[in-house]
């Protein structure tokens, strides 16, 4: 078994170690819970010669939840609250 305080020493390296990768343009793959990657929304251009980084409007982070929580989120019931 593990500790409290090794539970959190992960957790904080994961804290470091997941956006740097992110904006080295990796894609984090985090076993069965799931996939984080960047996306960008910009601005567009006539011709590849003409885009610039500069139209690039905003970095977003996409997270694609693996089998298990997919799973779970599909079977998610809704009931109105009044």
């Known amino acids: 078994t593990i500790g ?3 539970v959190y020493a992960v957790i904080m390296a994961m804290l470091i170690d997941i956006p740097e990768n992110l904006l080295e343009g990796k894609i984090v793959k985090l076993g069965e819970f799931g996939t984080f990657r960047l996306t960008v929304s ?3 251009a006539v011709s590849a ?3 610039s980084t500069t139209l690039i409007k905003k970095a977003k982070l996409n997270f694609r939840p693996g089998k298990a929580i997919s799973d779970v989120l599909s079977s998610a019931v809704f009931k109105k609250v009044t």
């Open 42 to 44: 910009s601005d567009g």
């Open 4 to 6: 409290v305080p090794d």
């Open 49 to 51: 010669e003409e885009y």
